[in-house]
């Protein structure tokens, strides 16, 4: 990767709204002022936007206000002017229908206020889920320098001796109670546990992989993902953060000089690596439809397929991100990928550096939690995109959460029109399933939802349970949550609400799975799929408006991100002039 350093001193975008003395840059300072900024911090200093997810009811946000005074104080030192922004934060644990409708508004607010605003670079302070994500689509469509740093996992859960994994548990948990081998009073004990301090979902959730993501791509400086929320070297990462944003700034490092394809690239083997969430394909998709980046599902499945699993983290394995930090974290896993020929070594990163500088002297300090590749949870750990006439754009599977024993597999399909008719039958005793069934969710794709809801691990039905059995095939066109896990396949494109085969599957048919061959087939004459096709009739569903028409309206399928058409590609740094 070749970049050039502008030039410096320069005029800053900036300087268009503070930088002179006319009635406009007069009207822009001295309202400022009444924050008791001196005047000579309008001279030309790069002014950075702190642009904060924080919100009360973003619990797994709820510190970024202290990382923000820590970044703050970054930029004051290395010359640059802070200024605190507080942007959308779609909270994963509040938002509805589901929180990922409004990863595509959080990122057109965040586009537009990082234009319309003095801003000449940004420190994007990020965390759940949906958060980082939406900011980097929105500065990646600005290309204003920018950086992350996210607000770091929560410590370990634990309860009466045994680590409670965020999400993982509950999952778990909530199933023990339906086999009846948990009490709902021991339940409500371990609520407790769950959430012991500031953070993000300890587990290789999303919030972790995204974090994992933001520093793979090279936009967070090297070892961010990890560090627990608490640590004291959490704050220490957001203050050189924001030393570093200046000189971003003064160099006009860009997020398209450093989300390139190769950038990209080593986020997907990556994402293999950890074991990470299958929502981080539909987010990089996005960002790189953001970039101009030319990125598919075919490139997921083909970087993937030789990637091992060896980060030992729940879902997948045992272990939380408190021991992955101590362990050594991300630039170990790009170390050993760089070791193993899978890793564009001279990717550029928000350091300056390429991400080789950065993680060559990576030490793995535990075995136990980062493993020998001989030892890996699974040997092809790369989320696999599984093709066939039940999915002709594709559909996703994260082989390190699946069971082995059902990666083939031939079962009769019991078919849930919707959520709200998978919940009405599922504890059916009466329902004709057995653990040999193939379960299949229709409508719950990002029309379909609408925003498509992390609810295709369906859980078991109680009668499987009882048996002991804790794993079978689901299908369906929704999202798993990160820290989720199970032989489930989702994403399946086109999804049912605008006609994919999805929505003529019935109860009955036969639906063989082949992981190795990425295969997933409906068993059933060609003339009978294309006879049902033809008479399908999407459901009478209109939007209300507002966003859910502009939503609903836009929104593209799973296999491309789930971005708004018109919000795709890089609309540049350029506003008009105002004129009060
Ligand atoms: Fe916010 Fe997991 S729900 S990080």
């Known amino acids: 990767m070749t970049f050039t350093k502008a030039e410096w001193p320069r005029r800053l975008r900036s300087q268009e709204w503070y930088g002179g003395t006319s009635r406009d840059n007069i009207y822009h300072r ?134 409670v994994g965020s999400g993982t548990a509950l999952w778990q948990m909530s199933e023990d109670i339906k086999a009846g081998k948990m009490s709902q009073e021991d339940f409500l004990e371990a609520e407790q546990a769950m959430s012991r301090s500031s953070g993000t979902c300890n587990t290789m959730g999303t919030a972790s992989t995204m974090a994992s993501m933001a520093e793979a791509l090279g936009m967070a400086l090297s070892g961010n993902a990890a560090i627990p929320a608490v640590d004291a070297r959490r704050r220490v990462m957001a203050q050189v953060t924001g030393r570093r944003i200046v000189q971003m700034v003064k ?110 002297d990576a030490v793995n300090w535990n075995e136990d939690v980062i493993l020998p590749v001989e030892k890996a949870l699974t040997a092809s750990g790369g989320i696999a995109v599984l093709k066939g006439n039940l999915a002709p754009k594709g559909a996703v599977l994260k082989p390190s959460a699946a069971s082995p024993h059902l990666m083939r597999h031939r079962g009769r399909a019991v078919v849930f029109e919707d959520i709200d008719d998978y919940k009405a039958k599922i504890g059916d ?76 599957v019935r109860t009955g048919d036969m639906i063989e799975i082949d992981v190795e061959a990425r295969r997933l087939h409906l068993d059933i004459p060609e003339a009978e799929l294309s006879a049902r096709l033809a008479a399908w009739t999407p459901a009478a569903d209109a939007p209300k408006g507002g966003y859910d028409w502009l939503f609903r309206t836009h929104v593209e399928g799973a296999d491309t991100g789930a971005d708004l058409d018109f919000l795709k590609g890089c609309r540049g740094r350029e506003v008009p002039r105002d004129s009060h």
């Open 30 to 163: 001295g309202w400022l002022k009444n924050q008791g900024y001196p005047h000579d911090l309008f001279d030309g200093r790069p002014v950075i936007g702190i642009l904060n997810t924080w919100s009360d009811l973003t619990p797994c946000n709820g510190h970024l206000r202290e990382l923000a005074e820590k970044v703050k104080a970054g930029v004051w030192e290395a010359g640059g002017f802070p200024l605190e922004v507080p942007v959308f934060s779609a909270s994963e644990n509040t938002f509805r229908p589901t929180a990922m409708m409004y990863r595509n508004l959080a990122a057109m607010a965040v586009e537009e206020v990082m234009r319309a605003q003095p801003i000449d670079g940004a420190v994007l302070l990020v965390g759940c889920d949906k958060t980082t994500p939406s900011l980097l689509m929105g500065a990646a469509s600005t290309d204003i320098p920018s950086i992350v740093v996210t607000g770091g996992p929560m410590l370990n859960g634990w309860f009466r001796g045994e680590r």
């Open 251 to 360: 160099d006009d490092l860009k997020p398209s000089d450093v989300m390139t394809k190769q950038a990209f690239e080593n986020a997907i083997r990556v994402n293999g690596a950890i074991g990470g969430s299958t929502n981080a394909v539909i987010h990089l998709l996005a960002m790189a439809g953001r970039c101009g980046v030319d990125l598919s599902l075919d490139d997921w499945d083909r970087l993937g397929r030789d990637v091992p699993t060896i980060v030992n983290l729940m879902p997948s394995g045992k272990y939380l991100m408190e021991e992955f930090f101590y362990a050594g974290g991300l630039p170990v896993i790009l170390k050993r990928l760089g070791e193993a020929g899978m890793l564009h070594k001279d990717a550029l990163t928000v350091s300056g550096d390429t991400v080789w500088d950065e993680v060559k």
């Open 429 to 504: 005793e009466a329902l004709d399933i057995d653990e040999t069934c193939v379960m299949v969710l229709k409508n719950c794709g990002p029309k379909g939802y609408p925003g498509m809801s992390e609810v295709g691990n369906m859980g078991l039905p109680p009668k499987v349970l009882r048996k002991g059995i804790t794993d079978m095939v689901r299908i369906s066109d929704a999202r798993m949550s990160g820290t989720a896990y199970g032989t489930v396949i989702l994403h399946t494109s086109p999804e049912a609400a605008v006609g994919g085969p999805l929505a003529v």
